[in-house]
């Protein structure tokens, strides 16, 4: 079964730093993977994904994510953290298994940047 | 386009009380979602549909029941609420062409509706 983990429950960084977020993922046959950010009060909105190709995938609002598939990790990184960008992080990895275009979700990283 | 909308936003129910969350999109996807978000546990799905007419258990469908009538709207329906079921509902679209293999596999989510049992 597939599985994604997200070390951290919260990353503190300050603003103007560079910041990463942790996530690893666990599946048979080729991930497709995916990072989401939820505002407080609102649904997820989509960041970026990993389907196949270059392991620098780049996104929304500056992030890009690393694939490493010998870590089986999927870090979502960002050079220079906004106080704007404090939000709930979620990784997540596409199932292809039973459940159709199931998605299996991270707990989630919630991360805060100081000002 | 509005994208998805979910109503109500928010919502109180008595234990055994039933009601029906209500989710539509405008963008003409097939697929559509209904997942629950629960403190700390990310989202976990409870039942998804790959177009009009068809609908499939998720991970958490007990205690649950859908209908997809058309293409815009997917109701999720609660029959008897229990304290269980207190939680926050996301619904979702993505679109998947039917004569290839993959699809955008981006979701696009709904607002939320927060529900709670008493």
């Known amino acids: 079964a597939q599985s994604v983990a997200q070390p951290e429950d919260q990353v503190n960084v300050a603003e103007g730093n560079p910041l990463t977020v942790k996530c690893t993922y666990s599946?048979?046959?080729?991930?497709?993977l995916f990072w989401y950010v939820q505002y407080p009060n609102r649904g997820l909105q989509f960041l970026l994904k990993?389907?196949?190709?270059?392991?620098l995938v780049k996104g929304s609002y500056g992030f890009e994510a690393e694939f490493n598939k010998s870590q089986t990790s999927f870090h979502l990184k960002k050079p220079s953290a906004l106080v704007s960008d404090s939000a709930l992080y979620f990784c997540?990895?596409?199932?292809?298994?039973?459940?159709?275009?199931?998605?299996?979700f991270g707990p989630g990283t919630r991360l805060s940047v100081l000002p | 386009n509005a994208g998805v909308t979910q109503t109500p936003k928010f919502r109180i129910l008595k234990i055994g009380q039933s009601m029906t969350l209500q989710c539509a999109q405008d963008?003409?996807?097939?697929?559509m979602y209904w997942y629950r978000q629960d403190p700390g546990m990310g989202l976990k799905l409870i039942y998804y549909?790959?177009?009009?007419?068809?609908?499939d258990k998720g991970e958490v469908p007990n205690g649950y029941n859908v209908s997809r009538s058309t293409t815009e709207d997917f109701p999720l329906r609660l029959e008897l609420a229990a304290p269980s079921q207190t939680s926050v509902y996301f619904c979702?679209?993505?679109?998947?062409?039917?004569?290839?293999?993959?699809?955008?596999?981006?979701?696009?989510f709904g607002p939320g509706t927060r529900l709670t049992v008493l």
């Open positions: 979702a679209s993505s679109y998947k062409p039917r004569t290839s293999g993959r699809g955008t596999d981006t979701q696009y």
């Open positions: 599946v048979s046959g080729n991930p497709y």
């Open positions: 990993y389907i196949t190709g270059d392991n």
């Open positions: 997540a990895v596409r199932d292809i298994g039973n459940y159709g275009q199931n998605f299996v």
């Open positions: 963008m003409n996807h097939n697929y």
């Open positions: 549909s790959v177009g009009a007419g068809i609908t």
